[in-house]
């Protein structure tokens, strides 16, 4: 069976301001990093402009691809079946800048955090939403209508809907292994 390309996600325009804001924030709490400033937009416009130009996420009928780095470039490729959570974060600047900050974690990873992390990306919860019924196509479960729209009022809800929907897939895997 052949791996096709269910989506290739795209970045926010503003991400790169969200991270010159967040470097300069950082800059500004020592007397040292003042300074900086005047360096750091110059250099972090080139740079973040640079690094977003290399970032990719792709989603595929078997796995999820993410590309990204400058001088050193990192390809992670995630099968979608090992997936074990997908987490949308939204701090405050997030929130004014409309901007999602996109977590990917699977089993067997080590370490703590999460094995992928993605700012920026346009229509966040529709990419994760897409992820998970890729994911639950793979599964050969039959997929959960979403009982809650994704939005930012209750992201912890349809987490838990998510969390209760794996319970019961791995509760099926548990139940058909020890049925054999």
């Known amino acids: 069976m052949q791996d096709n390309t269910i989506h290739e ?12 804001l967040s470097g300069a924030a950082y800059f500004s709490l020592s007397i040292i990093g003042i300074p900086l400033l005047l360096l750091w937009f110059p250099l972090g416009l080139w740079g973040t402009r640079r690094y977003i130009n290399n970032m990719s996420a792709r989603l595929t009928s078997k796995k999820l691809i993410v590309r990204r780095g400058i001088l050193t470039r990192t390809e992670n490729t995630v099968p979608l079946d090992k997936i074990t ?5 939204q701090g405050p600047i997030m ?24 700012v920026g990306i346009v229509d966040a919860p529709g990419f994760r939403a897409q992820i998970l019924e890729q994911k639950e196509r793979l599964s050969g479960l ?10 930012n009022d209750n992201v912890l809800l349809a987490q838990l809907v ?15 292994k020890y049925n054999s």
């Open 142 to 151: 039959p997929p959960q209508p979403e009982a809650f729209p994704v939005t």
């Open 95 to 118: 929130r004014l800048m409309g901007l999602h900050k996109l977590t990917v974690e699977t089993a067997g990873q080590s370490g703590t955090g999460s094995l992928i992390s993605l």
């Open 162 to 176: 998510e969390m209760t929907a794996s319970l019961k897939r791995i509760e099926a895997l548990l139940t058909s």
């Open 85 to 89: 959570d997908i987490a949308l974060i």
């Open 9 to 20: 996600a795209e970045f926010e325009a503003n991400l790169g301001l969200y991270w010159l």
